[in-house]
């Protein structure tokens, strides 16, 4: 046994520094141009078009028939992949690795990428594909028929398949084998078979019982979970101004720059931030792809209202419930043990209980539906469904118990090794493309202006004369 923990070890330092030369050097930066860039270039959809975000999650009318997805259920499986450790386990790792001025940098990330969210989730409803009475489509779509690089689409896949199947859910099922053991003594081998039978009823029934699930859980337990962070910011509001104060302070005054942990606090911030909302990584993009819309920036900008709503609303929620508790000074906890002893000094001893079946919600939603991400690509792979039977497997049995009893720091160095690789991928294909995001907004702002309520998306108009890409579409 001690070997295979001494095995386990060399693989998580290798990692580890794999991880820090990537984000170090390339991907934070790279996420923050990005964000930066297509931010300007809509003239800031995100804020400009919030109110109409917020309709359109409302609009149901594209659903024609009952295997489509509506807008909002595609809302609901991108919010289910993102909503889960990185809420609550993810955002405490961050304020305990690079401290309280690691969750300003997690804002902006969500408030510039949540630009770059539209960007990729407008490109994959324009090169969505037609399936079984539905749609699939994504990142390796757009690479495939938009850039016309077979081989970029084909790597892009297997890396998805390989973060979402594999090593996010490694992450997910470590997280609440611990939660769930320290609040109820359920040991981790236990815990983890039961989320094999359970994960594997869901993913082998298939994208459309996924969206139905996750359409039924998000709404719960987000609902929930802010319910219960109001209730202790209240009980808390004469320090609510003094947890901004320590943010801002902590993310831009002396501490990180005299004790050189800027960097730390700011790849630490911007990791946990992409890990939560996923905007830029690609994966939203093929949740977006499957939605019925009459215009691409439909789903493009319900896609970036969910990032917004995920980081802005429920990881900040995380955040102050540890700051406001004082719990983040203790350096012996991280991850969830820090979220659950937070709300055990704030609410009592059903803290630890209510974040263990919160958490148990927020990442078993996000197991299945990372598999829906599997699936699609797998799909766009090869028709073989054996390929699939094994993807069905190793997402919901294989790695759902090797994360159950792997330790916390390798399972997060997978995510953070597979996530770094995926999104370097997906920029590189969005910053080739983006005009075509940007001439869709113009001409869906443009029908808007004429008074048509619901702007349509006709292919003879889209410049560029590929019209026969665009199969979904008339």
Known sequence: MSDVFSFTGCINDVVSH??????????????????????????GV??????????????????????????????????????????LAGVATAIAVGGPGAVFWMWVVALLGSATAFVESTLAQLYKRPASGSF???PAYYMQYGLRKPWMAKTFAVLITATFCMAYVSVQSNTICGAMDKAFGIPSVWMGGGLVLLSSLCVFGGIQRIAKVSSLLVPVMAVLYILLAVYVIFTHITLVPKVFGLIVSDAFGLRPFSGGTFGVMLMTGVKRGLFSNE??????????????????????????LSVLTDTLLICSCTAFIILLSGA?????????????????????????????????????????????????????????KRWLLFVRLMNGAVMVFFGAMASLDLVWSLGDLFMGFVTLCNLAAILLLHPQALWLLRDYQRQKKQGVKSPKFLKSKMPGGRHEEFTAWE
């Open 18 to 43: 794999v991880n820090d030369w990537l984000w170090t050097y390339i991907l934070v930066g790279l996420l923050l141009a990005c964000a930066l860039l297509f931010t300007i270039k809509t003239r």
């Open 46 to 87: 995100q804020f400009r078009l919030f109110g109409e975000m917020i309709r359109l999650l409302g609009d149901s009318t594209q659903k024609e028939h009952k295997q489509h997805v509506s807008s909002f259920e595609a809302f609901a499986v991108s919010i289910a992949s993102r909503v889960g450790t990185g809420n």
């Open 136 to 138: 699939v489509g994504g």
């Open 279 to 304: 905007a830029g990584e690609g994966s939203a993009a093929c949740a977006a792809s499957i939605a019925n819309v009459s215009h691409p920036v439909k789903q493009g900008l319900v896609q970036a």
């Open 328 to 384: 983040y000074t203790d350096s012996s906890l991280n991850g969830i043990q820090l979220t659950q002893t937070a709300l055990q000094s704030e609410v009592g001893a059903s803290g630890p209980s209510f974040v263990a079946i919160a958490i148990f919600l927020f990442a078993f939603s996000s197991i299945i539906g990372n598999y829906t991400y599997g699936e699609m690509n797998v799909k766009f792979l090869t028709q073989n």
